[in-house]
């Protein structure tokens, strides 16, 4: 089993849509988590970081589930440009702040 | 703020010479930086993990002498390939974590390597 899965996709939604991925990690000591947005070509962006408490930041929202062991990220009134890949990461337990890539799951946003 | 850039952001060169990638933290000081690679459609897979005045700690199946980092300062860690082949063609991204908040990564643009 992967560290961390993700759906690859592509998610392909209409203008307006909401949206949600998933993405599941192997470790449950595993304590920090943050979503990344990547653009073709480009280097990950951060989106934000997943409090235990669940956090919104404006159409986002990204939720953690300990007992499932999966984080979220649901986005709301999809625009196009939001269409992107979006890595979950979870941040290594050695204490070496090392990320755990999950594959990514690309999104379309479609007009 | 968290700004971290990388130079050069492409090179093409001919199989068998060296490429060294600059890696920078412009507005914070960077106690550990890391350095991935990615191909097409795949996600980031980390090199080496680098700290300040110290040698770099690779990854399992990441040549050491191949890829030589040096991370000579707080703002400044530099990955070189070494007698690079076509297939160190790739995608570079460094990131760097700062002292406050070790855990956040923030990355710089990356580097498109092509080996002829």
């Known amino acids: 089993r992967k560290e961390v899965e993700q759906d690859p996709g592509p998610f392909n939604v209409p203008e307006g849509a909401t949206v949600a991925f998933n993405c599941t990690y192997s470790?449950?000591?595993?304590?920090?988590f943050f979503w990344y947005r990547q653009d073709c070509r480009k280097e990950p962006k951060l989106l934000m970081s997943v409090y235990s408490s669940g956090n919104e930041d404006g159409r986002f929202t990204a939720q953690l589930n300990r007992a499932s062991q999966y984080i979220s990220l649901l986005i709301r009134d999809s625009k196009l440009s939001d269409s992107a890949t979006y890595l979950c990461?979870?941040?290594?337990?050695?204490?070496?702040?090392?990320?755990?890539f999950g594959t990514g799951t690309r999104l379309k946003v479609l007009a | 703020g968290a700004v971290v850039s990388q130079h050069p952001s492409r090179v093409i060169c001919k199989s068998g010479t060296s490429v060294k990638i600059e890696c920078r933290s412009l507005d914070f000081q960077a106690t550990t930086m890391f350095w991935y690679r990615q191909f097409p459609k795949k996600s980031l897979m980390l090199m080496a993990t680098?700290?300040?005045?110290?040698?770099?700690?690779?990854e399992q199946g990441v040549e050491k002498d191949k890829f030589l980092i040096n991370h000579a300062s707080l703002t400044l860690s530099t990955l070189t390939v070494t007698s690079a082949h076509p297939e160190d063609s790739s995608f570079y991204i460094c990131?760097?974590?700062?002292?406050?908040?070790?855990?956040?990564?923030?990355f710089g643009p990356g580097t498109r390597l092509l080996v002829l």
């Open positions: 470790n449950s000591a595993s304590q920090s």
């Open positions: 990131s760097a974590a700062g002292t406050g908040n070790g855990e956040t990564q923030y």
């Open positions: 990461v979870v941040i290594d337990t050695s204490g070496t702040y090392k990320y755990i």
């Open positions: 680098s700290n300040e005045g110290s040698k770099a700690t690779y």
